[in-house]
C-alpha cells in the first residue's frame, strides 16, 4: 500500500551477514556430512550452537514485540536447520550412500528378527501359562436374578458377554501378530543412532529441535495478537511470503502453517519425550546409587540391616497380599492387561518394586554390585560416544577401534553393484541428497524473498559487528569444506598414480631378476 512505511529490519538478528553464513553453513555441512562422515560431531555441534543462538534471538525479538514478519524469518531460519542438515540421532546420515544404507539395513534387520523372537517365546510362554488352570484367571462370577431385577440381571449378562468376547478379540489380535510388536525395541532404536555421534549431543539436539516446533506451535496458534495473528501496521496490509508465489500471510497460509506445525512437532515429540525419560531415569538411577554407597560408607551401623528387612518384608507380602492384586484380578476377564501389557500382576509389580529397592539397597558387597564410580564411566561413554569397560571387563589384547573405523565411507556397496538392490539403495541416496539440496534452495528463497517482497530495509548490508560471527563461521566452514574436497581429489589421483608407479617398478624388478 501507498500509505504503508517501510518495515526497519533488525540486522543483528537477520542481517546479511547472519544469512550469508548460515547459508554457507547449511551448503558446507550437507557437503561435509557426505564426503566426510568422521566431521560428523564437530560438524553438527556448529550448526546446533548456531541454532541455539538464533533461537534466543528469536525469543529476544518476540519479547520486544517484533512484527510477525520477522519472527517468520527467524523461523524460516531456524526451522531450515533441522530440515537441511541438523540431523539429531544420525538416520539422515544413514541415508546419504549406499555403502552406509546397506549397513543400516543389514544391522536393523537382525535386531528386528531378535527383537520377533524374543517377544514370539514370551507370548507363547504366557500363553502355556495361561491355559493351565492353576495360573489362568478365573471369570467373574454372574450376579444371581434373586438379589436384583430382571432388567439389572440381564444387563449384566449381556454386558459381560460382551467384555468376554472383546477380551477375546484382543487376545487373538495380540496372539494372530506375532511378528508386529506394540513398541519398537529400545536395541532397534539405539542402533539407528549414526556412529561417532555421542548421546549427550543427540539430547542436546533434539530438545533444541524441540524446542524449536514448540515455539512454532506458539506462533502460528497464538490468538492474543502476539504470533501470526498480529495486527499490521497502519495503512498497511498483511505480509506477504514465498510460498510457490506470493502469498499473504493470512488465511488458507495460516491453517497450511498449522497443520505443518503440528506434523513436525508429531515427528520430533515421541523420541524427545523418549530420551528425556531415559535421561531423567538414568540420573534417577546415579543419585540411588550415589545415596546407597554414600550411606554404606558414611555409617557406622551393622551392613545387614537391610537385608534382615528385607527378609521380613518377604513374610508379610508372603502372606498378606495387596488390595490392588485383588483389584486386577476381579477385572481381568474384562480387561486382559496380562496380554497387552505382559504384567502378570499390578500389584505383584508394585510387590516386585519394592522387593527390588530393597535388595538394590542390600547389595553394596556383593560380587559384580553396580557403584557410583560405574555410574561416572557411563556418563563419559555417552560423552564420548564409546563404551568405557569396567576394570575386570577390560582386556589388553583387544585392539582399539577409533570412530573412523566404525563409519562406512565410500558410495558404493560391494556384491550389489548392478543388482536390483544396488540400484535401489543409489537411487534412494541420490533422492536423499537431491532433497537436501533442494530443501536449502528452499529456505534460502523463502527467506531472501519474504525480505524483499515486505520492504525490510537495513539488513542487506554487513555494517555491524553482530553479523561478524555468524559469516566469519560460515566463510571458515565452507573454506574447510573446500579444502577437504580438494584434498580427497588429489588423494585419489595421487593414490592411482602412486599405484601405477609401484606396479610398473614391480614389473621392472620381475623382468631384470628373470
Known amino acids: 500500500m501507498d500509505n504503508c512505511e517501510p518495515l526497519s529490519g533488525n540486522a543483528d538478528f537477520y542481517g546479511l551477514g547472519i544469512r550469508i553464513g548460515i547459508y554457507l553453513l547449511w551448503g558446507s555441512t550437507w557437503l561435509s556430512l557426505l564426503l566426510n562422515p568422521e566431521s ?66 543389514n544391522e536393523t534387520s537382525r535386531l528386528w528378527r531378535e527383537d520377533v523372537e524374543r517377544r514370539r517365546e514370551a507370548r507363547q510362554t504366557r500363553l502355556d501359562n495361561r491355559q493351565d488352570p492353576q495360573t489362568s484367571p478365573q471369570p467373574v462370577p454372574a450376579p444371581q436374578p434373586g438379589h436384583v431385577s430382571k432388567i439389572s440381571y440381564w444387563i449384566s449378562v449381556m454386558a459381560t458377554i460382551v467384555m468376554m468376547g472383546l477380551s477375546g478379540l484382543i487376545r487373538y489380535l495380540y496372539t494372530s501378530l506375532p511378528s508386529l510388536p506394540l513398541f519398537l525395541p529400545l536395541r532397534l532404536l539405539s542402533s539407528l543412532k549414526f556412529p561417532g555421534l555421542v548421546w549427550s549431543g543427540v539430547l542436546w539436539r533434539t ?36 510460498m510457490f508465489s506470493m502469498q499473504p500471510l493470512e488465511g488458507r497460509i495460516i491453517i497450511l502453517g498449522r497443520t505443518a506445525g503440528v506434523i513436525m512437532a508429531v515427528i520430533v515429540g515421541p523420541p524427545t519425550y523418549t530420551l528425556v525419560i531415559l535421561t531423567i ?33 518377604n513374610k508379610v507380602l508372603n502372606h498378606e497380599p495387596l488390595f490392588v492384586t485383588q483389584l486386577k484380578e476381579s477385572y481381568s476377564v474384562f480387561f486382559p492387561l496380562e496380554a497387552i501389557t505382559g504384567l502378570t500382576s499390578a500389584g505383584g509389580s508394585i510387590q516386585r518394586s519394592l522387593l527390588d529397592l530393597l535388595e538394590f539397597m542390600s547389595s553394596y558387597d556383593v560380587d559384580h554390585s553396580i557403584r557410583f564410580l560405574d555410574v561416572i564411566k557411563v556418563g563419559v561413554s555417552l560423552g564420548m560416544g564409546k563404551p568405557v569397560k569396567r576394570h575386570s571387563q577390560a582386556q589388553n589384547h583387544e585392539p582399539r577401534v577409533s570412530r573412523a573405523q566404525t563409519m562406512p565411507e565410500g558410495w ?44 525490510i530495509q537495513g539488513v542487506n548490508t554487513i555494517d555491524s559487528t553482530g553479523q561478524l560471527i555468524p559469516f566469519v563461521m560460515g566463510c571458515v566452514s565452507a573454506s574447510q569444506v573446500i579444502k577437504k574436497v580438494t584434498l580427497l581429489a588429489l588423494a585419489k589421483v595421487s593414490h592411482g598414480s602412486f599405484e601405477y608407479q609401484w606396479e610398473d617398478k614391480d614389473r621392472r624388478q620381475k623382468h631384470e631378476t628373470f
Open 40 to 105: 560428523a560431531q564437530s560438524v553438527l555441534d556448529v550448526n546446533s550452537v548456531t541454532v541455539f543462538a538464533v533461537a534466543i534471538a528469536t525469543i529476544i525479538a518476540a519479547n520486544r514485540d517484533a512484527p510477525a514478519v520477522e519472527i517468520y524469518i527467524m523461523l524460516q531460519i531456524l526451522i531450515g536447520f533441522p530440515v537441511t542438515t541438523l540431523s539429531s540421532i544420525g538416520i539422515r546420515l544413514w541415508l546419504m550412500t549406499p555403502r552406509r544404507f546397506d549397513k543400516l539395513i
Open 207 to 242: 530438545t533444541t529441535v524441540a524446542l524449536i516446533m514448540v515455539y512454532n506451535l506458539v506462533y502460528w496458534f497464538d490468538e492474543a495478537g502476539h504470533g501470526v495473528q498480529q495486527p499490521a501496521a497502519p495503512g498497511c496490509g498483511p505480509p506477504t511470503i514465498f
Open 281 to 313: 531415569k538414568v540420573f534417577g538411577f546415579a543419585l540411588a546409587i550415589l545415596y546407597r554407597d554414600a550411606y554404606y560408607f558414611l555409617s557406622l551401623g551393622d551392613p545387614q540391616t537391610f537385608g534382615e528387612i528385607l527378609d521380613r518384608v
Open 412 to 455: 558404493g556397496v560391494s556384491g550389489v553393484k548392478g543388482t536390483s538392490r544396488g540400484r535401489f539403495l543409489s537411487g534412494a541416496c541420490i533422492l536423499v541428497n537431491i532433497a537436501m539440496v533442494l530443501s536449502i534452495v528452499w529456505f534460502i528463497i523463502s527467506i531472501e524473498t519474504t525480505i524483499r517482497w515486505n520492504g
